[in-house]
């Protein structure tokens, strides 16, 4: 039913200070009234919003859906005993509120997924397929490279109850699960196929935004991006390095409120009908096939306060 990730929102103390950080990420910050929103260039969609806070909270998920979609949902969150909710934020978006079981708001709209500004990918020479032929893979002006990530691909947030989460997502919104880590971690694509994951679900106390994810063009615009926040003294958290779940190329970044960003390119992609079968091992089945180093303890801690509702 749902069919794509949307955008999410947060609560920050200081919007610029987001401004600082999703502009050196490669995002394009625009005020919305009383918010700060974030689109990737050349694509017409948001992706974050800001919205001034005391602290830094998870605020919402906006995914998108058709119009038959927005029917079978409102049956759907009616049959299970769903309550709607009046707009707890303005995001100039039609669309129905609801809680998920973590208490998160959920805001679902009849939109698209609307198509990223994509640049014409550099051949690649890999063994027995040579395609980059009398032409120069990389020149002393490759490193200066800037990054503009090209959609939000996915977020992982915590819950204090993954089964009753996974169950909320996938009865109630037509999730499947891809892979997962028994109670630990789960990772969630569309019914639609897509994607292996827009949604995970993380293990802990309360809920809390751990990372959002950002499609960039090749591996170098991982490292690339991640080292120009590095300069401008942002903490890598943990990468390079390639995931099992999903399959894609990492580099975790803190943000100035202690969650992650990702920059990820080559994710696994699940259409509708695939038969696939998923993986449910334990968190380090499914975290790296390699990384340049282990990822540390608070990779995976939960630094959000715990809300009061
Ligand atoms: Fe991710």
């Not at 609560?11 to 502009?23: I, K, M, Q, S």
């Not at 503009?148 to 999730?175: C, E, W």
Request: hydrophobic residues 40%.
């Amino acid at each position: 039913m749902i069919r794509s990730l949307q955008h999410v929102g947060m609560t920050v103390p200081d919007l610029e200070v987001g401004r600082a950080f999703y502009e050196a990420v490669g995002l394009q910050a625009r005020m919305a009234g009383e918010h700060l929103v974030m689109r990737c260039k050349g694509r017409a969609q948001d992706q974050v919003r800001l919205i001034p806070g005391a602290e830094k909270q998870l605020s919402y998920v906006a995914f998108g859906t058709d119009a038959q979609g927005m029917h079978a949902i409102r049956e759907s969150l009616s049959y299970h005993g769903v309550v709607l909710h009046p707009a707890p934020f303005e995001i100039g978006s039609e669309g129905l509120w609801f809680r998920d079981p973590s208490g998160d708001w959920v805001h679902v709209s009849e939109s698209e997924s609307m198509p990223a500004g994509h640049l014409p990918t550099p051949e690649l020479n890999t063994p027995g397929r040579y395609r980059r032929i009398g032409e120069r893979g990389c020149t002393p002006t490759s490193r200066l490279r800037r990054v503009t990530p090209l959609r939000l691909g996915h977020l992982i947030k915590f819950t204090s109850d993954i089964n009753r989460s996974i169950a909320f997502y996938t009865q109630v919104l037509g999730m499947k699960v891809s892979d997962r880590a028994g109670d630990a971690v789960a990772f969630l694509r569309c019914g639609c196929g897509g994607d292996h994951h827009v949604l995970g679900l993380a293990k802990s106390t309360h809920s809390g935004l751990h990372h959002l994810s950002f499609e960039v063009m090749d591996i170098d615009e991982i490292q690339l991006g991640a080292q120009h926040l590095m300069s401008l003294g942002y903490e890598s958290a943990f990468g390079l390095g390639r995931h099992v779940a999903g399959s894609n190329y990492f580099h975790y970044i803190r943000d100035p409120w202690n969650s992650l960003i990702e920059y990820f390119w080559d994710i696994d992609v699940i259409p509708e009908d695939c038969e696939w079968e998923a993986i449910d091992g334990t968190p380090q089945d499914v975290t790296a096939v390699w990384a340049a180093s282990p990822p540390p303890e608070t990779f995976i801690k939960n630094f959000e306060v715990a809300r009061d509702d």
